[in-house]
């Protein structure tokens, strides 16, 4: 009896630190809700490329040192590190944010809209935060400042990892957290968190999915060589333009027919195709390129083998050749189960239980998988839509028009602040 009274005491004042460390997070986490938002803000009218973000960084570090951390830059190329000791012993919990922009040419009406211009692939173009980086740090930093207070009550070390390149550089064999990971960011860490603002999804919610989340992303270049004729007398050559529709078509039935769509979605699109040069010639060969989206190895494996077997035999029935390469990107983003059903009700403690919901499989890709890979992660998705809007008519990501709402940003300084302490409290 005195064990089972000891166990129940022990439980119930475990409860009331946690909901302590709670109400000082939000306290927190409220008060500097301005401060997040001014960086976000100045983030966004100062974008910088992938492995260019050296203003971002600098803002990044000097803050972390203001806590009091310690920090190292130069990490992966720009990527920023920082480290607080928590007062007592325990395990090392990792939070990521990503800091790069796009070659996007803003078109919003802002006080705040980006100046930056920069040179990409050969041409001049717009650089804009188009898919909520510019987010991710801020409240990060804000997170790195809610904890710093309370570091005494912390029972475990948290690692702030600010990478750069998520988006990738053409010019570079690898990038952002495969580039981190290689260096060795995360040979000390027992976990990994990070979050994505989402901008067809209401300010104030979380989504979240267990297992694969987000989609392993590939990509499909394919030459197909013909034989060159008179665009007159088309029987005197193979014509690699026809030969190309086939395929493009072909390559559909692979989604339809090969791929148990009732389990997981795939996607493989064309998205380029260049072939000739004049109305009246057939030209010698075409040239395609495309992206490839699919969840978990074994689906990766057969969309791939069949995309091989699907090209090559429309060619040779036509009597062209194929050249096909297929090049792995980013693996698909995969939610450990058990630290996601962990952290359910730190979730749902911060948004509201009503604001928490799972979310379909996501056919966009992150490099937060390659973290996953490594130790077990979890990634959600913040709103960044406003209330009541219509997520088929707010821009999406990676366009001119993209927008997100500033009101869910202390939701996801308070999130990332729960996820740590939740954690270092099993």
């Given at each position: 009896?005195?064990?089972?009274?000891?166990?129940?005491?022990?439980?119930?004042?475990?409860?009331?630190?946690?909901?302590?460390?709670?109400?000082?997070?939000?306290?927190?986490?409220?008060?500097?809700?301005?401060?997040?938002?001014?960086?976000?803000?100045?983030?966004?009218?100062?974008?910088?490329?992938?492995?260019?973000?050296?203003?971002?960084?600098?803002?990044?570090?000097?803050?972390?040192?203001?806590?009091?951390?310690?920090?190292?830059?130069?990490?992966?190329?720009t990527g920023v590190i920082g480290?607080?000791?928590?007062?007592?012993?325990?395990?090392?919990?990792?939070?990521?944010?990503?800091?790069?922009?796009?070659?996007?040419?803003?078109?919003?009406d802002l006080p705040f809209k980006s100046v930056n211009t920069a040179t990409y692939n050969g041409q001049e173009t717009g650089v804009m935060h188009a898919c909520g980086h510019d987010s991710h740090v801020a409240i990060l930093m804000g997170t790195a400042e809610v904890l710093a207070s309370m570091k005494e009550n912390l029972e475990g070390t948290v690692k702030f990892i600010f990478q750069p390149a998520e988006e990738g550089v053409s010019e570079a064999e690898i990038f952002g957290a495969e580039q981190m990971v290689q260096e060795g960011v995360l040979d000390d860490v027992d976990a990994?968190?990070?979050?994505?603002?989402?901008?067809?999804?209401?300010?104030g919610k979380i989504g979240y999915r267990s297992g694969p989340f987000m989609a392993a992303v590939d990509g499909l270049n394919v030459t197909i060589k013909g034989t060159q004729a008179h665009g007159a007398s088309p029987w005197s050559g193979v014509d690699p333009?026809?030969?190309?529709?086939?395929?493009?078509?072909g390559l559909q039935t692979i989604l339809s027919r090969n791929v148990n769509i009732t389990q997981n979605p795939a996607v493989v699109t064309i998205g380029a195709i260049h072939g000739g040069i004049r109305h009246n010639i057939i030209p010698e060969k075409v040239e395609m390129i495309g992206t490839i989206r699919t969840f978990g190895t074994q689906q990766q494996e057969l969309v791939h083998r069949r995309i091989k077997e699907v090209i090559s035999n429309i060619a040779e029935s036509a009597g062209a050749k194929a050249e096909i390469d297929l090049?792995?990107?980013?693996?698909?983003?995969?939610?450990?189960?058990?630290?996601?059903?962990?952290?359910?009700?730190?979730?749902?403690?911060?948004?509201?239980?009503?604001?928490?919901?799972?979310?379909?499989p996501q056919t966009g890709a992150e490099d937060f998988s390659f973290f996953q890979k490594e130790i077990p992660g979890l990634f959600i998705f913040l709103g960044g839509m406003?209330?009541?809007?219509?997520?088929?008519?707010?821009p999406s990501h990676h366009t001119p028009d993209f927008f997100i709402e500033e009101s869910g940003f202390t939701l996801g300084v308070k999130t990332l602040s729960y996820f740590v302490v939740d954690y270092f409290e099993d």
């Open positions: 009896m005195k064990k089972l009274l000891y166990l129940l005491t022990f439980i119930s004042i475990s409860i009331q630190a946690q909901t302590n460390l709670r109400y000082t997070i939000d306290q927190k986490a409220n008060s500097i809700e301005s401060k997040v938002i001014d960086w976000r803000r100045d983030f966004h009218q100062h974008p910088e490329l992938g492995n260019q973000e050296v203003r971002t960084a600098k803002i990044v570090a000097d803050h972390l040192r203001s806590l009091g951390m310690e920090v190292t830059e130069g990490v992966a190329v480290i607080l000791k928590g007062g007592r012993p325990g395990p090392t919990v990792a939070l990521r944010a990503d800091m790069d922009a796009l070659p996007v040419t803003e078109r919003n990994i968190f990070g979050l994505h603002i989402w901008s067809q999804v209401e300010a333009i026809v030969t190309s529709s086939q395929i493009v078509m090049s792995y990107g980013y693996p698909s983003t995969v939610n450990d189960p058990q630290l996601t059903s962990k952290m359910i009700p730190s979730m749902e403690s911060a948004a509201g239980k009503e604001n928490v919901f799972i979310m379909d406003k209330k009541g809007g219509d997520p088929l008519t707010t």
